[in-house]
């Protein structure tokens, strides 16, 4: 974070700084950057302490390293800031909030509001509401749109998960590129609901057989179960459109 806000406004002095920085001895400047507390109040340095402080403030260790390193590179401020926007993440996270978020406030909604009743019934239990709550648990546990997006993070967060290309295709059909029937199957708006009916019944049945691979593993079947979910669900849509 610290990364990306600097970046996003750094100054024509912080610049200068740090080609200054960058400019010394490799080991001095290696031993420099050790810890911030060695960074900020060395006796000897390139720069005065106020200057080193305002940019541990501004950047933190991390980024004052990587901003040096970059700095090497007789990058101009301009370029050094969108270096140190690129590399910091946060384009990253933009993509993120738009999959995870923007694409499905409604579904985000119903879920807040789900947690809102639950949270209520368990801290304030009256008779006969023991069902209800199970009711509850059972629409969060089992609703679809949610197991899209715990699968979506689940195959952020390990990469590995599955094979890189069905990955991929994963991704896309679980609507992290977006939510609409031809942007999950990566086709063409105005399709024929006939093109469209054959294209999403080749993939769940290509899933399912992924789904039942015995080899395969536990959780990469558990995945591959909520894309034919989601396959069946556009099936449900192209059979609605024809």
């Not at 002095?13 to 911030?36: K, Y």
């Not at 069902?131 to 059972?138: A, F, I, M, N, S």
């Not at 089992?142 to 094979?163: I, Q, V």
Request: aromatic fraction near 4%; include cysteine.
């Amino acid at each position: 974070g610290l990364v990306a806000h600097a970046g996003r406004t750094l100054t024509d002095e912080e610049h200068a700084a740090l080609r200054t920085l960058a400019g010394a001895p490799r080991a001095e400047l290696d031993a420099l950057l050790l810890s911030a507390d060695r960074f900020a109040h060395a006796a000897t340095a390139p720069l005065p302490a106020g200057t080193r402080q305002a940019l541990l403030d501004r950047f933190g260790l991390f980024g004052v390293r990587l901003a040096t390193a970059l700095a090497r590179s007789d990058l101009d401020t301009a370029q050094l800031s969108a270096e140190l926007v690129q590399r910091s993440g946060l384009a990253e996270l933009r993509e993120a909030i738009r999959r995870f978020f923007v694409e499905r406030p409604g579904v985000l909604k119903a879920r807040a509001a789900l947690l809102a009743v639950d949270a209520v019934l368990r801290a304030e239990p009256r008779p006969h509401t023991r069902e209800l709550t199970v009711d509850l648990e059972r629409v969060l546990c089992g609703a679809h749109e949610l197991a899209e997006l715990r699968l979506l993070a689940a195959l952020a967060d390990d990469p590995e998960l599955l094979p890189a290309e069905a990955n991929e295709e994963a991704q896309r059909l679980l609507g992290g590129l977006g939510t609409g029937t031809a942007e999950r199957l990566g086709l063409e708006f105005g399709l024929d609901a006939a093109r469209l009916w054959d294209t999403v019944l080749d993939t769940a049945r290509r899933w399912q057989e992924r789904a039942d691979d015995p080899l395969g593993a536990a959780a990469a079947r558990h995945a591959a179960r909520v894309v034919v979910r989601s396959c069946e669900g556009m099936l449900d849509t192209a059979s609605m459109a024809g």
